[in-house]
């Protein structure tokens, strides 16, 4: 590999997700480096997916694990399952930002602890204490800043929501979901009057 690769494939191997604003030496290498990444990971089964419009690059699993030749190749890129709480979350999160996008030029969806609290308390299970409750909530908020679909802010409890959930969510699943939503509302809305 070329000293000029090195930063970039590290960077996105790495970090999981590079953006433009985060890192801009490294976003001009993997933009100007573009094919060679490309040929490189492939090598390894894997694929650079770079959305220039929204300022983001990461590495998935090429979509065949089986190659032209017949070999398989071995995952490179785990995958996780997730908690129902924490796929709602995504999903919700993919529809406020998908709502910030249509309704406000700012380019960033900024939430505070409060907001996400709300947002998902609904959805779950109520309980007795609504101090568990919260702190339920906030093992999901955690999780989501772990996967860095959120990131803390230097304002207290306020969590940026990143761009790069528009292609872990995309919108037919979004589509899917609020169909489902408006199903269990139609069902629990019949079954308790």
């Known amino acids: 590999m070329s000293d000029a690769l ?5 960077h996105l191997l790495k ?13 001009e290498q993997i933009l100007s480096q573009q094919a060679a990444i490309g040929d ?25 694990e089986v190659r032209d030749d017949g070999t398989t190749v071995p995952r490179l890129v785990t995958r996780h399952r997730l908690s129902f709480p924490v796929s709602l979350m ?20 900024v939430l505070t602890r409060e907001d996400l609290v709300e947002m998902v308390r609904s959805f779950l299970p109520p309980r007795s204490n609504e101090a ?17 679909v959120l990131r803390p802010t230097k304002q207290a409890a306020a969590y940026e929501v990143r761009r790069h959930l528009k292609a872990l969510v995309d919108a037919q699943v979004l589509s899917d979901f609020n169909d489902l939503l408006a199903t269990y509302r139609d069902n629990t809305v019949s079954t308790t009057a």
Not at 6 to 10: H, I, K, R, S, Y
Not at 92 to 108: E, T, Y
């Open 90 to 109: 995504l999903v919700l999160l993919r529809g406020r930002l998908a709502d910030s996008d249509a309704g406000s030029g700012d380019p960033r969806l």
């Open 40 to 64: 490189y990971l492939g090598v390894i089964g894997l694929d650079v997916v770079i959305d220039r419009s929204e300022g983001y690059a990461y590495v998935r699993q090429q979509d065949s």
């Open 6 to 10: 090195t930063a970039p494939v590290v």
């Open 15 to 27: 970090a999981g997700v590079v953006y433009q604003g985060d890192a801009p030496l490294v976003w």
């Open 132 to 148: 568990q409750l919260v702190d339920q909530i906030d093992t999901h908020i955690r999780k989501l800043v772990d996967l860095k």
